[in-house]
């Protein structure tokens, strides 16, 4: 079992930059690839950003390549999310997902858990 907890969401002006972290409980985080998706107000959720397991590889989605960095700190069981130049269009609830798999994984389908979101609001 694996609980993830995200934070560091909030309100930014359109420019701006914030900094998600999903910090995950137990002791195999390490054998999870992990994944940043988001779903916006009356939107579906789709995915944003994931990474291996050992941090060796990184997926984005086109909508934010050059503009978001995912990392990992296995001692610390955590993920993060930079998240610079950001735009209206990125406002959404960002999930953290765990999947007990080695690849950094694109689908929301193949996660094991989710944690409960952090509100990230871009204003104009």
């Known amino acids: 079992q694996v609980q993830l907890v995200e934070s560091g969401g909030g309100l930014v002006q359109a420019g701006g930059s914030l900094r998600l972290s999903c910090a995950a409980s137990?002791?195999?985080?390490?054998?999870?690839?992990m994944g940043w998706f988001r779903q916006g107000q009356g939107k579906e959720r789709e995915f944003v950003a994931a990474i291996s397991r050992t941090g060796g590889q990184t997926t984005y989605a086109d909508s934010v390549k050059g503009r978001f960095t995912m990392s990992r700190d296995n001692a610390k069981n955590t993920v993060y999310l930079q998240m610079n130049n950001l735009k209206p269009e990125d406002t959404a609830v960002y999930l953290c997902?765990?999947?007990?798999?080695?690849?950094?994984?694109?689908?929301?389908?193949?996660?094991?858990?989710w944690g409960q979101g952090t509100q990230v609001t871009v204003s104009s």
């Open positions: 997902s765990a999947a007990l798999t080695s690849q950094a994984m694109s689908r929301a389908s193949s996660a094991d858990y």
């Open positions: 137990g002791r195999t985080f390490s054998r999870y690839a």
